[in-house]
Structure formats: C-alpha cells, structure tokens
C-alpha cells in the first residue's frame, strides 16, 4: 500500500490557499515571492501559480525586496492598492468630528472609521522588528504590566504616524479644550500639534510616545493609563494593525471608568483591521444632578486567546 505524499509546507500555510483562490480580500495582508523568477506578488496576481517549493511569503512590500525579489509586472505589488488610493488625508477628512464629541462625551471613547489600509497596516506591523526605529522595549511580565511586549517609536517617526499624529491632534485640540473647561482645569491646548510638543519639550518631556504593541496567544495588558508627565493631553487612539478571526482570537480593547461612589463600569471596543478608535487617557468630564464631575477611566487588552496582535497607539504628549 503506498504512503499518502507529505504536502510541503508551503501547501499547509493557510496563505497558499488565498494565492491558489487569487483571493483579493488577501492583497495588501502578504506578498509571496518565486525564487525561479526573482519576482514577488500579490495574492490576487494572475500569473501561472509557481511550485509549492520555490514559494515564499512576506509581510511587507519592503521585507521582500530586501530579500532581493523584484515587484511583478502583471499585479504591480509596488503600486498602491486600491483602497489605498483615497489616501490617509481623504480618510481623516471623512471623520465626524462632531459625532466623535458626542460619543467621547457620553462613553469615553469613540470610533474613527477605517485610517489605514490592509498594506499600510502590515508595513507599518514590520516595522516590529527593525530595532533601530525604536528608543526603547518594554517587555510587560517584568514590571506587571501584563503579557507581551510593547515598543516606543524614536524620532523621527514613521511616516504613517508622522501624518496622523498631526492630523488627528487638530481634530481632537477643541474637544480636548471643552473638557477641560468643563473639569475647572485651565490647562489650553493651542490649534497646532507642533506648538504643543514645545511646550512639552520645554517642560523636559522629549521622548516620543506612539508605540507599537505585539501580544502572542495568552498576552494581555493590565488595565492603565498613558501619563508620562506635567503635560497630559486627555486623548489618545489606537490603531489594529491584524484582522480579528483570522490573525488572532480574543484580545479585546478594553476600557473602565470609576465614577465617585458608583461601581467600575466596563465597556468593548469592537475593532477591524486599519479601523482606529479615540478615547480617554485619565479623566473625562461627566454632568451629574450637582454639576460636572470628573470619572476615573482606565484601558487595557483582554486575553489574546490564539494567534499574534499588532496595534499601533498614538499618544500625543511627549514623555520625560
């Protein structure tokens, strides 16, 4: 009786099946090369499917021509994709602002929409393991923190942030204002991000903040808050950077608030791949029947139960 052929690894990576379908929905998420043709493509790409064995997959654009493949000529993988093509400005300028108010003021956080592309979620993701983009590692378990682990940008800072960070400061400085006003804090923040990173560079706060977290099947982060010192703006958002279901199971974003002699109450924050959400990073302003009060809000991970999560935060003050 002859033995059942062993499948070669390649046929047992669930990526070899979007290319063998020329999945669409898989483009931007991998790239896979051919080492007899020296090419990399996208998964949809329409050319004669290679050999299982001559067959690698990338994360990024970049990873593969650094392994010293050339962009194909029938799929373009160099090109932008197509939902890349609004671009992040045209993505911000579609936020409702006044909607974001609304769901800050009465929840503490609120969704942003879709920020970035399924590519420049896996771009900026493989950024993880270039050490030199970054001025430090924290790995959670050594300081209680949680599980997994977690990296701060240096400057100058990748250019998927350096555009948000700016950007999305603009929209949030007047919400940011009006909370503070309505918490007695006399705390202003002016209209641009640049004049606010002086103030905090001036108060000895120089060390950039926007992170990239990675958590692995049982990861999980405390809950905590973001103050890294005098100079504190009041929001923060984050970004997934995996598709939930496919990537990972579990790891949800998590956010508390205490209000005084109340019990904590919790609230999920459902998120797709490139879709961003803003929320509180200490204290929000809430009206009660004797005026406005201020509530304890806090935010942390739930546990990754399968499967690898990358998230990007950006936060807005710099840190001592």
Not at 7 to 21: F, G, M
Not at 130 to 157: C, I, N, Q, W
Not at 187 to 211: E, N, S, V, Y
Not at 234 to 239: A, E, F, K, Y
Request: proline share 7%; hydrophobic share 35%.
């Amino acid at each position: 009786m002859n033995a059942p052929m062993r499948k070669h690894p390649t046929e047992q990576d669930p990526r070899w099946a979007a290319v063998i379908a020329r999945d669409r929905s898989a483009d931007g998420t991998f790239y896979y090369s051919v080492s007899t043709t020296g090419i990399y493509c996208r998964p949809s790409c329409p050319v004669r499917h290679a050999k299982p064995d001559h067959v690698r997959f990338h994360r990024t654009r970049a990873e593969a021509e650094r392994a010293g493949f050339r962009p194909c000529k029938r799929c373009k993988p160099d090109q932008a994709e197509p939902d890349e093509r609004n671009g992040i400005a045209a993505r911000l300028a579609a936020i409702d602002w006044a909607a974001v108010a609304e769901s800050l003021d009465n929840y503490g956080y609120a969704p942003l929409g879709k920020l970035l592309s399924a590519s420049e979620c896996a771009e900026l993701a493989g950024l993880y393991e270039d050490s030199g983009r970054f001025r430090s590692t924290v790995v959670m378990a050594r300081h209680g923190f949680g599980r997994g682990e977690y990296k701060y940008f240096s400057y100058p800072l990748p250019p998927t942030i350096t555009a948000l960070r700016p950007a999305l400061y603009r929209g949030l400085a007047p919400i940011a204002n009006q909370w503070h006003a309505a918490m007695g804090i006399e705390t202003h923040f002016p209209a641009a991000h640049a004049d606010f990173i002086k103030r905090c560079h001036g108060a000895g706060q120089t060390r950039p903040t926007p992170l990239l977290l990675r958590y692995h099947e049982g990861d999980y982060n405390c809950l905590h808050q973001d103050l890294y010192g005098e100079h504190v703006f009041p929001l923060q958002v984050v970004i997934l950077l995996s598709e939930p279901g496919t990537d990972f199971t579990g790891g949800e974003l998590v956010l508390t608030e205490q209000r005084p002699r109340m019990q904590s109450r919790a609230e999920v924050v459902p998120l797709a791949r490139g879709e961003a959400a803003v929320f509180a990073v200490h204290n929000r302003p809430v009206k009660g029947t004797r005026g406005t009060y201020r509530v304890n809000m806090r935010h942390g991970v739930s546990r990754l139960r399968s499967g690898e999560r990358y998230t990007t935060g950006i936060i807005f003050h710099d840190a001592k």
